[in-house]
């Protein structure tokens, strides 16, 4: 019986974070305020390399979750899902989730120890970004339906194909690209700095533009495969697993701060000479938004500490958070703007920049009818 | 000091294994679920007969009776009054303990009695009642229930019109109760009645003990939608009890009810075993769409994976919770949050399943598994009104944990006898 025991640690734990969540908050508010959303999400690259550079060096955020023997700190999706959650209430514009959970992820996922000690040591110390090509027209993350291809030829690997929604893909230094070769979906690795000349990427217009998703278009770009040929159905599961749930704490973030715009907006908005959030109308609809924000905490809170614990338990769990943290952001960011009523139909209230960030989250592994589908895949039924 | 608190857990939790060892036998294995194996029953309320009803009750007690004589009838308890004296961690490893041994249900004892009415004596009540009714209560040898709502007071409790009036050196009380569980198997209850009608409706009530087998105590089962009767009217009719009978102040007992009242909203946002586990298991979910052909449907798997969704961010919550508290520290909405759910998940569920199952679900065809779900439906509407409704909930959510206004209203300052009341004119 280790209740006590686990009760003594978990509540050190708690202090620990508290103290990274509060740093976090304090540098977030300083560096990415609203104003600097607004002025980021309209130009090109969509974030500000002086404050990525701080992020990396002060804060060593994407060392948090990349082990010690490659440069990070050790610490996991816990460690993480904090970092997330301070992200998401303030619509960071940053290449953090991009190079952390996606790009960093698939290097971890293919367990090529030597394409991680190359790579991922300048992830940690912020001097390369990096992020996961995947999908293409259809938006689809089966690798099956994958029409990028790789060839080899003279002793060295080339793709060709068009990626499209990459996130960060016009400015990330290190793209891992999902390629067909005649063993399977396989993964690769262009370095960008090498060989930017063979990579053309350009913005895609988006409804989100604190999130920057990209067409990349590869013409017998050189690439270096990253395990073993074939290999890439399972990575990309892998990296959907622990990024949908470093996904479910920046949703889950941005949840709570729509129910805190509603609240405080609910507490001061006089209407027939009373807060509106004395109706009960007004007061129920702030209920469910609670009620959807605490699953939604708990669920990627949860998904966070079965992932550290490498519970066999995690990738149900992983599902469960991303389904409901997506539901729970969408949910809030709509109830938000019905609170606010005309004011937060405005360009100027900041409701409609969560609205925007909750369904293109919300869509990016699939939308529901696939995330839907992977909890119940993901207990076999 | 970490270490002396693990060690001391490590060591409680060996005395109650080498306990219940002594006087248990392992909980049977119930290994994986197979679609049309084992008790198909989906009940929520128990409506057994009542020969089966009072057996389970004797069980229960001397069950409880055997835990208390070896020092876990009470583990939080003052030891004046037989109790342990030990902690809420102590009480949880107990309860983890115990659940992995097959032992009687005394949910009838301890959710209303050792659960909330216990905890209200111990607080407020006077230095007799406290001698004579809770070592009596933990040892197993008296139920309690609570004698709080009434026809005329539901959601608005501080709106009770039981009365209760000075005769000699103690009270008369006259008025109906309603929704009272255990009452036919309690010897003691704790009522609410009106004292002062000319105040404010939360500052003229009183709260007393009142033992159930006093005369003027009528005690009527009330059948509920289901078809059983899990409930009961109490009708007290020029019940007279002592003063010593009296808990806290004269006219100060909405705060006894708000004691009670907490520890309910704790009690009932902790459920989750029992039908409720098993209805909302995966397996048996899947189950039964496998055995009804409907596992391919794109709109049932899609209404299923978002009810298993819903549950297991619900398990989330309160595994959450249940680490707080191991950590000393108090949950937060959580249980509130969680309570809400548990009567949307099971209302889901059933939904669903009945659904699935079609007009199995209707009239019974005899086969395993199917119009057995008809008594979880019909209980369903219980879970979104008992404990508090959900209009109630989120009011209470939204002032306490969003701090949003209560509805301005005259309610909680005219006195009570001038509020507008359901089937009664406001007197003068």
């Known amino acids: ?381 | 000091m970490e270490q002396d608190v693990e060690q001391d857990a490590a060591e409680f939790a060996a005395r109650a294994r080498a306990f219940l060892d002594a006087h248990a036998e392992p909980a049977p294995d119930r290994g994986a679920f197979t679609w049309g194996e084992g008790d198909d029953r989906m009940a929520y309320f128990s409506a057994d007969p009542p020969d089966v009803d009072l057996a389970k009750v004797k069980q229960a007690r001397a069950w409880q009776r055997i835990r208390h004589e070896n020092g876990f009838g009470w583990i939080t308890g003052p030891a004046q009054y037989g109790g342990r004296g030990l902690t809420p961690v102590h009480d949880l490893i107990y309860d983890t303990v115990e659940s992995e041994y097959d032992v009687p249900d005394t949910g009838m004892i301890s959710v209303v009695g050792l659960g909330m009415i216990g905890p209200t004596i111990l607080a407020h009540a006077q230095q007799s009642m406290r001698d004579r009714w809770l070592p009596a209560m933990y040892r197993g040898d008296a139920i309690a229930c609570q004698l709080f709502s009434e026809p005329g007071a539901g959601s608005d409790l501080a709106s009770v019109t039981t009365r209760a009036v000075r005769e000699g050196d103690g009270w008369s009380i006259t008025g109906q109760k309603v929704w009272t569980s255990v009452a036919q198997h309690s010897q003691i209850g704790l009522a609410l009645a009106r004292t002062n009608p000319d105040a404010p409706k939360h500052r003229g009530i009183t709260a007393f003990l009142v033992p159930m087998d006093a005369p003027g105590v009528d005690i009527r089962p009330l059948r509920q939608m289901t078809g059983g009767a899990d409930f009961n009217e109490v009708f007290l009719t020029d019940v007279h009890v002592p003063d010593e009978n009296r808990l806290g102040e004269v006219d100060g007992g909405w705060t006894v009810a708000l004691t009670t009242l907490m520890n309910e909203r704790a009690t009932v946002g902790s459920e989750g075993a029992g039908p409720v586990g098993a209805a909302l298991s995966p397996d048996r979910l899947a189950g039964l769409l496998r055995a009804t052909g409907t596992i391919g449907d794109g709109a049932l798997r899609a209404r299923l994976a978002e009810l298993l969704v819903d549950a297991m961010a619900t398990g989330h919550l309160n595994a959450r919770a249940l680490r707080k508290l191991r950590g000393g520290v108090a949950p937060g909405p959580e249980m509130s949050v969680s309570k809400l759910m548990y009567g949307q998940n099971l209302t889901k569920a059933a939904h669903l399943i009945t659904d699935v199952l079609g007009l199995r679900a209707v009239a019974d065809t005899g086969q395993w598994g199917t119009y057995a779900w008809s008594e979880m439906l019909l209980a369903t509407p219980a879970l979104r009104i008992l404990g508090g409704t959900e209009e109630i909930m989120k009011n209470i959510l939204a002032e306490r944990v969003l701090g949003l206004p209560k509805e301005p209203g005259i309610d909680t300052r005219s006195p009570f006898r001038e509020l507008r009341r359901s089937g009664a004119e406001a007197s003068k």
């Open chain 1, 1 to 381: 019986m280790s209740a006590a025991n686990g009760a003594a640690n978990a509540a050190a734990e708690d202090t620990e974070l508290d103290e990274l969540r509060a740093a976090l908050r304090d540098f977030l508010a300083a560096k990415s305020s609203e104003d600097a959303v607004r002025k980021l999400m309209e130009v090109e690259p969509r974030y500000d390399p002086a404050v990525w550079t701080q992020l990396a060096e002060q804060l060593r955020l994407p060392a948090l979750a990349i082990p010690e023997r490659f440069g990070g700190d050790g610490f996991g999706l816990v460690e993480l899902g904090v970092a997330m959650e301070e992200a998401g209430r303030v619509l960071l514009c940053s290449p953090f989730f991009a190079t952390v959970a996606l790009g960093a992820q698939a290097l971890l996922a293919s367990g090529d120890e030597e394409a991680c000690s190359r790579y991922l040591p300048d992830i940690a110390a912020g001097r390369a970004t990096s992020t996961f090509a995947v999908t293409e027209h259809e938006g689809s993350w089966d690798t099956g339906r994958m029409n990028t291809h790789a060839t080899f030829e003279g002793g060295s690997w080339s793709l060709t194909g068009e990626k499209l929604f990459v996130v960060d893909g016009t400015t990330a230094d290190l793209l891992l690209v999902v390629a067909q070769t005649e063993a399977g979906p396989s993964l690769f690795v262009v370095d960008r700095s090498a060989e930017g000349e063979a990579v053309t990427a350009e913005p895609m217009q988006a409804i989100d533009g604190t999130r920057a998703l990209a067409r990349v278009l590869f013409r017998s770009t050189p690439a270096t495969i990253v395990g073993p040929e074939g290999s890439a159905a399972a990575v990309v599961e892998r990296v959907i697993d622990t990024a949908s749930v470093a996904l479910a704490a920046e949703q889950a973030g941005g949840a709570r701060r729509c129910l805190e715009m509603s609240a405080g907006y609910a507490r001061e908005r006089y209407q027939f000479g009373r807060p509106i959030g004395s109706f009960q109308a007004v007061k129920h609809k702030c209920a469910d938004m609670l009620v959807q924000v605490e699953l939604a905490e708990a669920a990627a809170r949860e998904a966070a500490r079965l992932a550290d614990e490498s519970s066999p338990e995690f990738p149900v769990a992983a599902a469960t958070a991303h389904a409901c943290c997506s539901r729970a952001y969408m949910f809030a960011a709509m109830e938000n703007i019905q609170v606010h009523g005309g004011i937060g139909f405005t360009w100027e209230h900041p409701a409609h920049l969560y609205f925007r960030r909750a369904k293109s989250s919300q869509l990016l592994f699939g939308g529901p009818a696939v995330y839907l589908e992977r909890v119940l895949e993901r207990l076999h039924v």
